[in-house]
Structures are given as structure tokens and as C-alpha cells.
């Protein structure tokens, strides 16, 4: 399927954007296919020197920020604000090989493509990959784009401590990505970003292409409980202060009031841990976090009450302190109408079925949209799988959704 560009028939190389996609998987590259590149960690740095070696191969000017974000720039026939695209290429513990990455290694496609074609757009394009935006290791999510965009402030990332106990600022140095670059002003003409869904709506509705209209809000807080060990046998149920109790209450809590409060809201508790952890003996101390999501800002707010007060009534009854400490707050994004509708009509010109959903998960697209003209398109997830070493998206749809971004760059850069 192939399209026309200024005279030129214009279409990805899927076998280099797979083979590209290959290499990177196996930088940190776990049992089962999967992948294990946190970010700042040892093997994000040899995944940073691998992308940005292919960035300076193809001829981009390469620059490094003070949050270690990189980007890489193809200059123009004229002048104007950067047509931007990219993702991230850091990973949760057992990720899959296309959560990020994708967007990266298609946008590096797109100028390898047009380099290939001799074709030099008017606007400049560029190419980039954000740190930490999957927040495994340092909270909060999105932690790149933000300090690239202005939603958070440097020096208070750098001194963010990770779950291993380090600092951004110590990492970024340790690993060579503590760059020099500025940070807060840069503003792109445009942002458009190519990613796996992540769900099962593409699949189950047998659509290729997601025009995506934007990103649910996002709240991240974690709790800490502390009550009394004691013995888990001599102890009476009702004189028992147990910190366990109320963490496995929270996360039965957190499930009912999403289901409750039905359309777009989640609810999950991703982190539990209990101290002193022993089969026999009643816990003291309790960490958990609670992810709450909705795509309306209202309900996004009527579900943070809810929880916090179910938390504060269950610990009181049971005699257990609480103490919070907010990881991540963004409020739910909308993309940019003209984006959305390009995206849409670019896949249907390629002959491709598409349809417009919301994103369930965050991404650094949603720190663009405030400052610029900003969208997303989506392709298939296998089964909806995504943060499993099991993630999948088919090799046609993977060209398909690169495509997309490539009529859809060159569209926005003329």
C-alpha cells in the first residue's frame, strides 16, 4: 500500500524497523522474550547509547537534557518549530519489547525513509526518547516528558529517590545521560506519538489504527500502615492491630468502588508489601499503592475521596495508623482535534480501519498537549496484554501504525 509524497512513492521498510526492534529487545532482554531495561539502570544506558548511536547514523543532530532525555533533529528546507514524534525506551521489570519502543524506533524509520527518498521537508523533524516514563523505578511516571515540557521541576526530580534507594540526579551522571541541554522551553510545532494499545478494544472491535482523543487522568498514592505484631495464634482477632488486614481490606475496597463507579474508572493496588513478612506472626507495617484512573476529572477526584476515606475508616476500626505520600497526579488530557481528525484521514486514505478511543494508560504524549498541537496513534495489543513479557503486536499492524506516522509527520512538516 503506498502512497505519494512530493513525486515519491513513500512507505516504511518494516523488515529494518524489525530488525531495529529486535536489537533493542535484546538489551536487557529476559527469559520468555521479554524485557527488563529500567530506567537510568545499566541497561537503559547501553539501550540509550544503541538508540542514539542509530540517531547520529542517520544524521540527526543529537542533544542530551538536564533529565537525560534525548533528542535527534533533521533539519528543514525552512524554518519553524520541530514536527516531534517518539516515546520512551525504559521498561518495567517484565515488559514487553514494543511498550515505548515502537514509537522511538517508527519515528527513526520515518527519517530513515525520507532519507532514503532524498526528500527534505520544509519544517524540521525530530526524534525522541523520554526518561523514565514508565515511573517502575522513580516516581512519578511521565518524569522526562514533564521536565522536557515544564509540568515538573528539575531540581525536585533529580532528588527523587528510586525504589533501590537512588537518586535521579546520581543515576543520570552515573550512566553519562546527564546532559546539558535545557529544560522547560523547548516547543515543538507538533507532537505526535506512535504506541501500542495496551488494551483489547482495536483487537476485539477488528480495527488496525486507534485515532487516539486522549489520556485518562492519573493518581498515584502510596499508603503506609503500621500496627502491632503479635503472636498469629495466641492472639485474639478482636484485639488484634493488624496492618496486613488493612491492606488486603484497601485493595477489596479499591475493586468495588471502580466497579461501582463503572465507565472509564480503575482501580489497582500494584505494590503490597507487609513487614515482618512471617507466616506466623501478625503484620505491623503495611506499604501498598493505589492507582485510580478515569478519563473525567470529577470522578477522577469523587474516587480519590472515596478511598482515602474507606483507608481512614477500615485502619481506625482496626486501630492502625495511616500515613500517604502522593507518587503521581495528572489530570486527564484531551489531544488536539485537527490531530486526532489527521491521523483518522491518514489511515483511511491508507486503506486502514480505524477508529477514535481514549488511552487507558499514560504516556509522554499528555505532557506535550498543554504546549502544542499533540495526538497518538495506536495498534493492536494481542489479547490486550501490555507490561507482560507476553506483549504482542503483529508485524502488519506495526507497519500499518508506522505508515500512519510517516504520511502523518510529513503532512504536519510541509
Known amino acids: 500500500m503506498k502512497t505519494q509524497v512530493n513525486g515519491e512513492k513513500l512507505e516504511i521498510n518494516i523488515d529494518r524497523l524489525m530488525g531495529r526492534l529486535q536489537t533493542l529487545a535484546g538489551i536487557g532482554g529476559i527469559a520468555g522474550g521479554g524485557v527488563c531495561r529500567l530506567a537510568l539502570s545499566n541497561e537503559d544506558r547501553l539501550g540509550r547509547d544503541r538508540v542514539s548511536g542509530w ?18 533533529l533533521r533539519s528543514g528546507t525552512g524554518a519553524g518549530q520541530v514536527v516531534l514524534t517518539g516515546s520512551h525506551i525504559d521498561t518495567v521489570a517484565t515488559g514487553g519489547r514494543y511498550d515505548g519502543t515502537l514509537g522511538v524506533l517508527a519515528g527513526l524509520e520515518v527519517i530513515a525513509t525520507l532519507n532514503d527518498a532524498g526528500i527534505r521537508t520544509r519544517k524540521p523533524l525530530g526524534v525522541g526518547f523520554f526518561t523514565n516514563e514508565e515511573g517502575a523505578r522513580f516516581a512519578p511516571d511521565m518524569m522526562g516528558s514533564g ?21 535521579v540526579g546520581d543515576t543520570l551522571r552515573e550512566i553519562g545521560y546527564a546532559g546539558s541541554a535545557p529544560v522547560g522551553t523547548f516547543r515543538a ?40 505484631s503479635n503472636h498469629a495464634g495466641t492472639t485474639p482477632m478482636a484485639l488484634r492491630q493488624d496492618a496486613g488486614y488493612v491492606a ?104 486502514y480501519p480505524v477508529r477514535r478511543l481514549p488511552s487507558g494508560a499514560g504516556h509522554d504524549a499528555q505532557m506535550f498537549a498543554p504546549n502544542c498541537p499533540t495526538g497518538m496513534i495506536f495498534v493492536p495489543s494481542q489479547g490486550g496484554i501490555s507490561h507482560n513479557i507476553a506483549e504482542f503486536t503483529r508485524v502488519e499492524d506495526i507497519k500499518a501504525g508506522a505508515d500512519v506516522l510517516l504520511q502523518t509527520l510529513v503532512n504536519r512538516a510541509q
Open 248 to 351: 488486603a481490606a484497601v485493595g477489596v475496597e479499591a475493586r468495588k468502588l471502580a466497579l461501582e463507579m463503572g465507565g472509564s474508572q480503575v482501580a489497582t493496588v500494584g505494590v503490597l508489601e507487609l513487614k515482618p513478612n512471617l507466616v506466623n506472626v501478625v503484620a505491623n507495617e503495611a506499604l501498598l499503592t493505589v492507582d485510580l484512573r478515569n478519563t473525567d476529572e470529577e470522578k477522577l477526584q469523587a474516587a480519590e475521596a472515596r478511598i482515602k476515606e474507606a483507608i481512614d475508616r477500615i485502619a481506625a476500626q482496626e486501630g492502625v495508623g495511616v500515613s500517604s505520600r502522593r507518587l503521581a497526579r495528572f489530570e486527564p488530557v484531551a489531544f488536539d482535534p485537527q490531530v486526532i481528525s489527521l491521523v483518522e484521514s491518514t489511515a483511511r486514505r491508507l486503506g
Open 147 to 167: 521536565v522536557h515540557q515544564g509540568a515538573l521541576d528539575l531540581e525536585t526530580m533529580l532528588e527523587v529517590e528510586g525504589i533501590d534507594g537512588r537518586k
Open 189 to 228: 510545532d507538533s507532537y505526535i506519538e506512535l504506541h501500542v494499545e495496551q488494551g483489547p478494544v482495536l483487537e476485539q472491535a477488528g480495527v488496525i489504527i486507534g485515532a487516539v482523543e486522549g489520556v485518562q487522568g492519573i493518581s498515584w498514592t502510596e499508603y503506609r500502615l503500621s500496627g502491632t
Open 55 to 72: 540517531m547520529r547514523e542517520l544524521g540527526l543532530q543529537v542533544s542530551i537534557d538536564r533529565i537525560g532525555n534525548v533528542l535527534g
